[in-house]
């Protein structure tokens, strides 16, 4: 299945569909739309952002939360950092009159426009900018009127599985499709900022694949981008990469982002090995067929034989080039016919050198 996501369609089939995530990692409006920029030069397809009123989403104002921060660049010293949960979400924050602004540049220079949403009521909003797909947070995947919501306005859903059991993503789904809403992507997001390894698991990607008939995204939580690579030589539709204007700002996420210099190589690479991935059928163009001829074997007399002689196996070796009509795989329906004319050992035997 396909899912129309603004300008391009996501599923197999189709070259996968790339999406820089800037929600965590921009500071405000201006850096917001220079990630914007960055983005659509890179050739990404999306950028995403994440759009709540910190005051309300979280009540609780002491909740310690932990991440790493870059402290040197050559040497990839890192730290972790723990503050309260608040103060990260405050960096965040942005009116509704500066998405406006941001929601107009994505139009104005054609780049889909995505963003997580934390409250039913701003869901109206977000559709009202024009945006492109609405992602539901993994912490949200048990919040049935959010979900619901979202999918009640028919545009496409993005689910984080974060980590959610595989009962609770089919619950979510199902959710969606109650609301007669069929235009939804799986996204394997695995926890941790940034993620440990063991946590990643890959390969749930080809479960996910075999047990919903939508696309599969990956969003990535590591530094560089190998996990990516994998994630679409797995299957992966979409690919979700953190960016950031500088990786050491010392605040959540911005460790495992890449920088606009990285941006437009992360593309090229994901975009090369769709390239390099080719399709399930085995396929042999002719420029490779013709190259492969003088590579490959035919008969070559290693002895003189005389016009009338008849071919014997023992008169020729297999060398290359493949030119001759002696092939390895079909020269016995020569062997026994008679030669035309003397040849000298060394000749490869070709048409109108027997009869």
């Known amino acids: 299945m396909l899912v129309n996501m ?9 070259p996968v569909y790339i999406v820089f995530e800037a929600g965590p990692t921009h500071t405000g409006l201006e850096s917001a739309l220079q990630l914007i920029e960055h983005a659509k030069r890179a050739g990404a397809d999306a950028i995403k952002f994440q759009i709540a009123d910190h005051d309300r989403l979280i009540t609780t104002r002491d909740v310690p939360f932990s991440y790493r921060v870059l402290l040197d660049r050559e040497t990839g010293a890192s730290e972790e950092v723990t503050e309260p949960l608040i103060d990260i979400w405050k960096r965040r924050y942005m009116p509704w009159e500066d998405w406006q602004v941001v929601a107009d540049k994505c139009k104005e220079i054609n780049l889909d426009f995505f963003a997580t949403v934390f409250f039913p009521e701003d869901v109206d909003r977000l559709v009202a900018l024009g945006v492109n797909s609405i992602k539901i947070a993994s912490q949200d995947i048990n919040y049935q009127d959010l979900v619901y919501y979202c999918a009640s306005k028919q545009v496409p859903v993005q689910l984080d599985t974060g980590n959610a059991t595989l009962g609770e993503v089919e619950r979510a789904v199902d959710w969606v499709r109650s609301a007669g809403n069929e235009q939804i992507i799986i996204n394997h997001c695995p926890s941790g900022y940034p993620a440990r390894l063991e946590s990643i698991n890959l390969n749930v990607l ?9 696309p599969v995204a990956f969003s990535d939580h590591t530094p560089g981008w190998e996990m990516d690579i994998a994630a679409r030589t797995l299957g992966a539709d979409l690919i979700e990469k953190t960016v950031t204007l500088d990786r050491s700002i010392r605040s959540c996420e911005h460790y495992m982002s890449i920088e606009p210099v990285d941006m437009q190589p992360f593309v090229d690479s994901i975009r090369d090995l769709d390239v390099a991935l080719g399709n399930t059928r085995r396929i042999v163009t ?4 013709s190259k492969s001829v003088g590579v490959r074997r035919s008969g070559f007399l290693v002895t003189d034989v005389q016009a009338g002689e008849k071919l014997k196996r023992e008169h020729f070796d297999f060398r290359r080039p493949g030119n001759g009509i002696l092939l390895p795989e079909s020269y016995k329906h020569y062997v026994g016919r008679k030669y035309a004319r003397n040849l000298a050992a060394g000749h490869m035997i070709v048409d109108g050198d027997l009869f």
């Open 206 to 214: 080809t479960t996910l694949k075999k047990m919903y008939p939508y």
């Open 6 to 14: 603004g300008q391009r369609k996501v599923g197999s089939g189709v």
């Open 286 to 289: 002719e420029e490779q067929r």
